[in-house]
């Protein structure tokens, strides 16, 4: 921990309000793959997805194009938001991987903005929990608490993002200011905000703006619980996109064991978020189970086991493009998108086990081309009814964003 104050120079609150994109990136790539890769990423991120399935008009939307409620669909499209969510936090702000991702997220998620099928309050609060859930997945199981440095960086490097998505903060935010323009989805009918934005207003700020990712942090976090209180209901469709979320995650399981897995998955969930998915309370003793191996696993870290050394960094995905100028993840939980199929990936030891228990494998031929052995362009990430389109839109938004973070990464609340 020392180590990061002194290579950064963070330390005051006046230092970190001047803090960087490209620092606040460095700091929580130093959190996801080295200090906490298993629950910053694997856990903290991909449960702030699942939690978002909560909302009924957002469950109702993927209902709609199908994109995770059903099983065909639902493995790819878990794959291509890894790519984008994994471009985005293992690549440098200023870089050009970065830049590509969020003009492809754009063009994406502008389809259903513009339609107003999805709000700004919705995509805050989308924001809201990848800021959010990392954090308190590593407060609560992990061996150390994150520091004041690592969290703001967090909200440094978030607010940047929200910039880059161009997600209004106002009427939201208190401090968000009166210059922040909002467009036509914050007035969508598929989620009501003007009553989380009086709410919001309440808890102080004149609209000046944020010192800092701490406060900034603070502020999204504290809208979130009120947008959570009023849109996070029980709802059947809830239910229906979690289950198909959740086999995913039980994937490997056997199918004797995955009733007991989804008591557990049902045992991480808060009691708001269980009763919007419809999910009934597990046996206390599961709970008790889960709470003491993670407390083990805790002190297991915090004791005996060595700091990962800077070349056991846990990256997701390829540093360099392949021979066809395209990238692969270096790992999969369960089915094999865009892994290469090189011999350790396919005889090594996790390959075994998956080949013992009837998983996939990653493979050549038509079954290779099923899952994208040769790699992904982020261009052609997202539903196929969307592959070949976009790139101009795209394009913009990273012309754009070049023209605003300037190399090296400038500082998000002084720009």
Request: hydrophobic share 35%; proline share 7%.
């Amino acid at each position: 921990m020392k180590r990061m104050y002194t290579k950064y120079g963070y330390r005051t609150r006046e230092a970190m309000a001047k803090m960087t994109d490209n620092d606040a990136w460095a700091i929580i790539s130093e959190l996801n793959e080295l200090e906490f890769p298993r629950l910053f990423f694997e856990l903290g991120l991909q449960f702030a997805l699942f939690r978002t399935y909560g909302i009924p008009h957002v469950s109702r939307l993927l209902a709609r194009t199908a994109q995770l409620s059903t099983v065909e669909n639902a493995p790819k499209r878990y794959a291509d938001t890894e790519v984008l969510l994994t471009e985005i936090y293992s690549n440098p702000s200023s870089s050009s991987r970065t830049l590509e991702a969020f003009g492809r997220m754009n063009y994406l998620h502008g389809v259903y903005r513009n339609s107003n099928q999805i709000s700004d309050a919705d995509m805050l609060y989308t924001l809201a929990l990848f800021a959010r859930e990392p954090l308190l997945w590593i407060s609560r199981y992990e061996w150390r608490q994150p520091s004041d440095l690592e969290r703001c960086a967090m909200g440094t490097f978030h607010k940047s993002m929200g910039d880059a998505m161009q997600i209004p903060y106002s009427p939201f935010l208190p401090s968000a200011p009166s210059s922040t323009s909002q467009n036509q989805n914050a007035t969508s009918t598929t989620a009501p905000a003007d009553n989380d934005a009086d709410a919001s207003k309440t808890e102080g700020g004149q609209g000046q703006g944020w010192t800092d990712g701490l406060h900034f942090l603070s502020e999204l976090s504290t809208w979130a619980e009120s947008y959570e209180a009023a849109h996070m209901l029980p709802d059947p469709l809830n239910h229906k996109i979690a289950n198909e979320t959740t086999s995913l995650l039980l994937f490997a399981f056997p199918e004797s064991w995955k009733p007991f897995g989804r008591k557990c998955v049902s045992a991480l969930m808060d009691p708001l978020l269980r009763r919007a998915m419809l999910y009934p309370d597990p046996p206390p003793f599961i709970p008790f189970l889960l709470q003491s191996v993670l407390y083990i696993r805790k002190l297991f870290l915090q004791y005996l086991a060595l700091p990962r050394p800077g070349f056991m960094r846990k990256r997701k995905t390829t540093s360099q493009p392949n021979e066809h100028g395209r990238y692969n993840f270096l790992f999969y939980a369960n089915h094999p998108f865009y892994v290469k199929p090189s011999v350790w990936n396919r005889w090594g030891p996790e390959a075994l086990v998956s080949r013992l228990i009837g998983c996939p494998v990653p493979a050549y031929g038509v079954e290779g081309e099923r899952y994208g052995a040769v790699g992904y362009k982020v261009g052609e990430t997202g539903p196929k009814g969307f592959l070949g389109k976009g790139g101009e839109s795209a394009r913009g938004t990273v012309e754009r964003l070049r023209g605003e973070r300037v190399e090296g990464g400038g500082c998000p609340f002084r720009m």
